[in-house]
């Protein structure tokens, strides 16, 4: 069965430093999204992304942030100068579009910023 | 934003019971999702429903999305302890994304 997948599990980085996390999407899925969930707390968006450009995005989603889908398979969320507080576990969904808007979950990148 | 509640949050059960949570929203919705989360995993869509009053099965997984458009429950009959985990409710009003609940913890009573 398909399934969104998500790299690495698990990164780790002083504050300050860029991260990218990178996901792949289910194939043929039009529509992705990244949310986040800080521990113990509910999932929360972030961005969505469709023909290529950002359909919505939240509060939480400042400049810091951007995301990319470079070629035709993978979607990235970059964090430019991380803070503490963006230590969560962060997850790229799809969805395939054309009606069909529920979403698929990867199993996430924990990311812890020291 | 939208606001969810989700109860109760935590509940326990013993093999075989039928267990029942919910989830309102001070707005409407146009569609309702039910996910699972186990520790360090991330969200297993269950259900997902489209239209008020609509009741879906999914095997012991049954759940219904209001007519008011702004509640939603889900039922899991005969429960078996690899249902413990954490559920979640999810409301989608226009555009994509999804609303969140804080989630319902079901633990196996010992």
Sequence with gaps: EPEVTQTPSHQVTQMGQEVILRCVPISNHLYFYWYRQILGQKVEFLVSFYNNEISEKSEIFDDQFSVERPDGSNFTLKIRSTKLEDSAMYFCASSAGRGRYEQYFGPGTRLTVT | ?110
């Design chain 2, 1 to 110: 934003g939208q606001q969810l509640n989700q109860s109760p949050q935590s509940m326990f059960i013993q093999e075989g019971e039928d267990v029942s949570m919910n989830c309102t929203s001070s707005s409407i919705f146009n569609t309702w999702l039910w996910y699972k989360q186990d520790p360090g995993e991330g969200p297993v869509l269950l259900i997902a429903l489209y239209k008020a009053g609509e009741l879906t099965s999914n095997g012991r997984l049954t759940a219904q999305f209001g007519i008011t458009r702004k509640d939603s429950f889900l039922n899991i009959s005969a429960s078996i302890p690899s249902d413990v985990g954490i559920y979640f409710c999810a409301g989608q009003l226009i555009g994509y994304k999804l609303s969140f609940g804080a989630g319902t913890t079901v633990t196996v009573r010992a």
